[in-house]
């Protein structure tokens, strides 16, 4: 490890700058500061897999939109807490059209990114009942929504899905809501940041628990189709995104423009209530928000109180888009293949050089490619694995920021271009040959 693509000194020299006593607990954004000033201070260029960003440019046809929107002087007027009616009628039909569900347009909101829809779901859920107090986390996850809870005060409690696939995950679940203490489970599909599906069965499980323990679901499908292993591009024709949705009543589902559509900078994404849930009343809302529905306690209260609506021109924006690909002229699926075939590069450049793919498979299928895949190497931590490839110009966030309870490093493809593809593979190359796995390797720590 004499001569590393970086300068040793100046990462460590950042490392120590950061002031976080353990590099694998680092936040998302601590790991991207901390690249980002070694990146300035040296001139190289890192391999960032670090931040779950769009890489492409967003659909021309939510820009021109947006545009005339804003031509039309809509910056100038408040938009409705709930959404524009255009918008909520297409996020209505998408969701028929693409999950085959029926929703009321009232329940389809427009949410400041799917992360303030699930603010406000966090936040009107864990006020529905006073003994119901915890949220259940599915792991692993994406990390801001464990730190949304802290910053609200709330309780959750978690487990790692790996070794509860398939029935087995009934088990799991039920020895948490026989307690009586959850009021809602959270889980990603496709999942970040392993990048597992969760199947029809394990659906289904979910749905029947929820009915059974009267718990409400929260599924976040911030990258909607993005399975790419199956055709979920056709409107109206099956297959379709795989939802809880067709096994319980007791849903909110949360899909973001910011992946699917590359359109994360307007930060609009939709928040979507079954009929049922938005309608039902709950014995501490009036005392706790004044309100007696779940549906009003979200928009008149959660949303009202946090941004007071999404952008004016911005849900213009997204409405094109979602009639577009509604009416069959836009499939939103074909421009974000780009990251799944990306993966699929990636991923064998890293197994080639000793890496292992960590969460590899849905139940008994290969995982598919997509826009994020996860990765150890054997003989090291996660916060030591992330710590030594800061020295190849090689940078993620550490799986144990995640809720895993895996070691390993969370790689997202977005931002490597292809024309960084040739330096990755050098890197490894390099890494790998400093770090010989097996009889070797101790002779390579030697080294450091």
Known sequence: ?????????????????????????????????????????????????????????????????????????????????????????????????????????LGCIPTVGSMQGGYAAFLVAGSCRKERDTMLFIDPGFPVQKQQMLVMGQKY???????????????????FLSKGHIHSI???????????????????????????YDITVMEDLAYFAMDFRTDLSKPGV????????????????????????????????????????????????????NVQTFGGAIVHRALYSLSSGTSHSAQYALAAMLKAANDGKFDFVKDVKEYGERAHIMKEMFLKNGFRIVYDKDMDEEIGDGFYFTIDYPGMTGGELLHNLLFYGVSAITLGNTGSTKEGLRACVSHVGRNQFADLEKRLEQFHHDFPIGEKREKSREMI
């Open 238 to 289: 099956p297959p379709y995104q795989p939802t809880v949705a067709r096994y319980t009543d007791n849903y909110v589902l949360l899909i973001s423009s910011s992946k699917v559509f590359s359109y994360a900078g307007q930060r609009i994404g939709m928040m979507v209530i079954s009929d049922a849930l938005y309608h039902r009343k709950y014995p501490n809302l009036p005392a706790r928000l």
């Open 1 to 105: 490890m004499a001569n590393t693509p970086i300068n040793k000194e100046i990462v460590e020299q950042n490392v120590q700058a950061l002031d976080v006593p353990d590099l694998g607990k680092a936040s998302i954004r601590e790991i991207v500061q901390l690249v980002s000033n070694i990146e300035a201070k040296t001139g190289d260029r890192y391999v960032r897999m670090e931040m779950g960003i769009p890489g492409l440019p967003p659909a021309r046809i939510g820009v021109e939109a947006e545009i005339e929107a804003l031509k039309n002087n809509v910056a100038s007027i408040y938009p409705r807490i709930d959404g524009i009616q255009p918008l909520k009628d297409e996020v209505s039909r998408f969701v028929k059209l693409f999950m085959n569900i029926d929703v009321d347009p």
């Open 157 to 175: 409690e978690s487990f790692d899905v790996y070794d509860y696939r398939g029935e087995k995950l009934r088990e799991k679940l039920e020895s």
């Open 186 to 212: 959270i889980y990603s599909n496709p999942n970040n940041p392993t990048w597992i599906c969760l199947t029809e069965t394990e659906l289904q499980i979910i749905g029947e628990l929820a009915n059974k």
